[in-house]
């Protein structure tokens, strides 16, 4: 073989590796791109439901009837779970669907967040 087709034979396996890891590369940088904007929407859409039933400044007497009426809501077009807790991080609300409680199924089971801000949670590791 001469030197011409060891140059064009390195130049096309060089070629195909740097193709191979830039595409790998860029695979993950949108995919992580994509995470983060549904991260960003739950949030924006959760935070809209919250305000929006006044949740925060809910009395005692109709908290819970206004976080229930805010799940139901995100479960009705949003998520498949939706959960609110109160700042100490105890459950005043949870709405879920039937897909939801195949996903719960599959979940590991969660105890009282110990979170200070707020915080969604996602199953992404079941649909990765």
């Known amino acids: 073989m001469d030197f011409a087709q060891k140059a064009l034979k390195r130049v096309a396996v060089?070629?195909?590796?740097?193709?191979?890891?830039?595409?790998?590369?860029?695979w993950k940088i949108a995919k992580e791109?994509?995470?983060q904007e549904t991260v960003n929407l739950a949030l924006e859409v959760s935070q809209s439901i919250v305000s929006h039933f006044d949740i925060v400044n809910a009395s005692i007497d109709n908290l819970a009837v206004r976080a229930q009426q805010a799940t139901d809501n995100l479960v009705l077009d949003w998520f498949d779970i939706a959960e609110l807790y109160d700042k100490d991080g105890v459950k005043i609300s949870e709405s879920i669907t039937a897909a939801?409680?195949?996903?719960?199924?599959?979940?590991?089971?969660h105890e009282k967040p110990s979170y200070q801000q707020g915080n969604i949670r996602t199953s992404k590791t079941i649909f990765s």
């Open 33 to 35: 791109s994509a995470e």
């Open 100 to 109: 939801g409680e195949l996903i719960e199924t599959a979940l590991p089971h």
């Open 14 to 26: 060089s070629g195909l590796i740097i193709s191979i890891v830039a595409g790998a590369a860029g």
